[in-house]
């Protein structure tokens, strides 16, 4: 974070080079720590020299090596990725609508992947976690594709209005599914659907981590590719077709890119909400709205919100849990408040 | 404000459309009534004795609470969405339906409470929330409208935390009476959830009206509108607190309703493509909203439970998508 208690007075002035190099340089260093504490802590803590030794030595008859490299390890990667997907696919989201308050739920990827679970639970009996990761992403998909098809995003491609209003309508159809299979399943159900609901990275393995590497990779790939023309979309529709944006294939990739990014987050981890609005607002604390540097500094937050998360929810109520969706919530509420009550953040 | 023709021809076909489905309600359901009987049975005439109880007992509590709720949200949803200027702002938005959830979340799981302490809690931890917000955006003794939505938005965050929370740890009995709840009813509503409710619809609505066309001018900056005479800070503050209050006594009434307060006013405003605050339109549209949806949980297919409020969820959805698929423009 910068020291930033000039920050109104600076907030018009254009934002130097070294500022942005050594915002981008602090908070992944703030990300490579806060990953190794990840690995160290949890219901059993292990020392900074044995962590070590888990990757020099690894010794799979030591119970500490093992906590480390089958559990704590994927559980690290998966929260950074989807830390990383949702940040990237808030700042996306954000930058196409226009809208500060735009965040990748909108687009009805949430609601789709929990009807799709909670289908898979109440229909086919699922009860693993594991199983419901490709439910959520078959639903995540289907609910995406929908609202695209839906809000003519290939068509109209400059009125985002017609897109979130797409999303809208389909969340709270989906949503008020969810709630009627819900209300006319047995108890178990709700159960089970309660806890995938929260939000949770707990006992997530190499496999989810796999799959969420590559949705991160391409969708990153995608982000960057069209940041430039984002720059130009975000001064408007006319300013941008004047600055040679092809506003059409801007749309098209940026949705497919979000529902890349965002559908893989919420089949993993649960919905997380909170995590993909509020990074963007960081990022923008040190950095100008040049989106070539927005996004990549939007995904760091969030990877450090989301893991950060993680690792407070192991501890708080240790041996047992809170699931990182609701601490994700608990910190980042005030902590955003407190961001929107010392700075002016800087408008879209 | 002046009356433009075309609003004053929707107002009234909203308001007739409601009658109807007034009519209808009363007098359908697993005990059939003509119309003639239900109007006898309205006004004392009857000579049904059963037919009256049922309609003045059971029916007429439930429509009214339903036309209260529905008016009470769509109302204020138009003043949300013009004070943040957001399309999308909306009391579910800024937290407060949030936060009148935490309360009656915290009285089901933690003490299994009935349904009185539970609308009560609803109610007070609605305002809480209002006072929270409010007090946690002002700076230098200003909120700022975009400053408002935002720490609404964080405080939200803060409470479906909590409110999830709530949910996991909670007893598996009490999460799933908490999502009852959450779901939002007109079941079993008697004159004791219609009558606080009508009083306070009618203590806010004289207030929202007075301040319609400030609200109006302050659409367009802070800096235009005082210079037309309006002082901003207090025009907000009247109608936020104003609009709160409508939430707030919706969601004691019948739980968190989905949807009638962000479409009840965006419909309204189509139809009667007015530049005006659609607030006596957008209350009609929301009461109409509301009635329609509780004729159809009334009527559910499959023999499923479908509250009230997720079969707004349901119409209000399906309406927006049909919508936009007929539409060039939107």
């Known amino acids: ?348 | 404000m002046r009356l433009r023709p075309r609003a004053v021809a929707v107002c009234v076909a909203l308001a007739l459309t409601g009658l109807a489905l007034g009519i209808l309600l009363l007098g359908t359901g697993t005990f059939r009534l003509t119309p003639a009987e239900v109007f006898n049975s309205l006004f004392g005439a009857g000579s049904n004795p059963t037919a009256e109880r049922i309609i003045l007992r059971v029916r007429l509590p439930r429509l009214a609470t339903a036309a209260l709720v529905g008016a009470s949200l769509g109302m204020a949803g138009a003043i949300f969405q013009s004070l943040s200027r957001n399309p999308l702002g909306s009391p579910d938005i800024i937290g407060f339906t949030t936060g009148a959830a935490t309360g009656a979340i915290l009285q089901i799981v933690l003490f299994d409470a009935g349904p009185l302490g539970v609308s009560l809690a609803a109610f007070a931890s609605c305002v809480a929330t209002t006072v929270a917000v409010l007090l946690l955006s002002m700076k230098n003794g200003a909120t700022g409208g975009y400053r408002l939505v935002l720490v609404g938005v964080g405080i939200g965050a803060i409470l479906s935390g909590i409110n999830t929370l709530l949910l996991v740890k909670g007893g598996l009995d009490q999460a799933a009476a908490a999502q009852i709840w959450l779901a939002g009813s007109l079941n079993t509503r008697t004159w004791a959830h219609v009558i606080p409710a009508a009083i306070g619809f009618a203590a806010i609505v004289p207030v929202v009206v007075l301040n319609a066309r400030q609200t109006t001018l302050l659409e367009m900056g802070d800096d235009i509108a005082s210079q037309l005479g309006v002082v901003p800070e207090r025009t907000r503050l009247t109608m936020v607190m104003a609009a709160v209050g409508l939430t707030a006594i919706a969601t004691a009434a019948a739980g968190p309703i989905a949807f009638v307060a962000l479409a009840g006013p965006q419909l309204a405003r189509r139809l009667t493509s007015s530049p005006d605050l659609p607030l006596v339109s957008g209350a009609l549209m929301g009461a109409v909203l509301l009635l329609l949806a509780d004729l159809v949980s009334q009527r559910p297919p499959f023999q499923v439970n479908m509250p009230v409020g997720l079969t707004t969820g349901m119409l209000g959805g399906f309406y927006l998508l049909w919508l936009l698929t007929r539409k060039r423009t939107i």
């Open chain 1, 1 to 348: 974070m910068p020291s930033g208690d000039k920050q109104e007075a600076k907030a018009s002035r254009p934002f130097q080079r070294p500022k942005r190099l050594w915002g981008l340089a602090a908070t992944v260093l703030v990300l490579a720590g806060v990953s190794l504490l990840s690995l160290a802590v949890g219901s059993r803590s292990v020392p900074l020299g044995e962590l070590l030794d888990t990757f020099r030595a690894y010794d799979p008859l030591n119970n500490r090596h093992l906590v480390i490299w089958e559990l704590r390890v994927p559980r690290t990667i998966v929260a950074i990725l989807a830390g990383l997907a949702l940040g990237i696919a808030g700042a996306v989201m954000q930058a196409i609508t226009r809208n500060p308050l735009a965040e990748p739920g909108l687009l009805g990827i949430n609601a789709g992947a929990a009807t799709a679970v909670i289908i898979g639970i109440a229909a086919f009996q699922l009860t693993a976690m594991i199983q419901y990761v490709w439910f959520a992403f078959v639903g995540a998909g289907l609910a995406g594709i929908a609202v695209f098809i839906l809000g003519q995003a290939h068509e109209t491609g400059t009125n985002p209005v017609r897109l979130v209003l797409a999303g809208a309508g389909l969340s709270v159809m989906l949503g008020s599914l969810t709630g009627i299979i819900m209300l006319n399943a047995p108890l178990e159900v709700v159960d089970d659907f309660r806890h995938w609901w929260a939000g949770s990275i707990e006992g997530r393995g190499f496999d989810v981590a796999g799959v969420l590497a590559v949705a991160v990779t391409i969708g990153l790939a995608v982000a960057l590719f069209i940041s430039r023309d984002l720059n130009a979309v975000a001064l408007g529709r006319d300013l941008g077709v004047a600055l040679g944006v092809r506003l059409g294939r801007t749309w098209v990739l940026a949705c497919l890119c979000v529902m890349l990014l965002a559908g893989a987050a919420t089949a993993s981890t649960g919905p997380i909400g909170f995590v993909g609005l509020v990074a963007p607002h960081m990022a923008r604390l040190i950095t100008s709205p040049d989106h070539r540097w927005l996004l990549p500094l939007s995904a760091l937050f969030a990877a450090i919100l989301l893991l950060c998360a993680d690792i407070v929810g192991r501890v708080v109520v240790a041996p047992a849990e809170v699931a990182a969706g609701i601490v994700a919530l608990l910190i980042g509420g005030p902590f955003f408040i407190a961001v929107v009550r010392r700075y002016r953040l800087a408008r879209l």
